[in-house]
């Protein structure tokens, strides 16, 4: 199982940017997805879950109405468009797979928001 991330950055407040995860080694439209993140000094955090078909989805309640969670199943990601960013938002942002009864986890993308 392999998870890359990308699509992190530096954004103001206010700023939009969209995170995808590309997934390898398992049938990845049979399995649920998901997006963490931490923040220093904290400890990780869901931040939204992805049913295997897109059509379930759910989101913490600090980024509802903020962030989307998608997926292509034709091209193995998840998708994460975060709009309205705050400086609390500010993490290493990380997609997640229970694969097996394991959990699998990518290096991670760093967002950052700050004006």
């Known amino acids: 199982v392999q998870l890359v991330e990308s699509g992190g950055g530096l954004v103001q407040p206010g700023g939009s940017l969209r995170l995808s995860c590309a997934a390898s080694?398992?049938?990845?439209?049979?399995?649920?997805m998901h997006w963490y993140r931490q923040a220093p000094g904290k400890e990780r955090e869901l931040v939204a879950t992805?049913?295997?078909?897109?059509?379930?989805?759910h989101y913490a309640d600090s980024v509802k109405a903020r962030f989307t969670i998608s997926r292509d199943n034709t091209k193995n990601t998840v998708y994460l468009q975060m709009n309205n960013l705050k400086p609390e938002d500010t993490a290493v942002y990380y997609c997640?797979?229970?694969?097996?009864?394991?959990?699998?986890w990518g290096q991670g993308t760093q967002v950052t928001v700050s004006s």
């Open positions: 997640n797979v229970n694969y097996w009864k394991d959990d699998y």
């Open positions: 080694g398992f049938t990845f439209s049979s399995y649920v």
């Open positions: 992805i049913g295997s078909a897109g059509g379930s989805t």
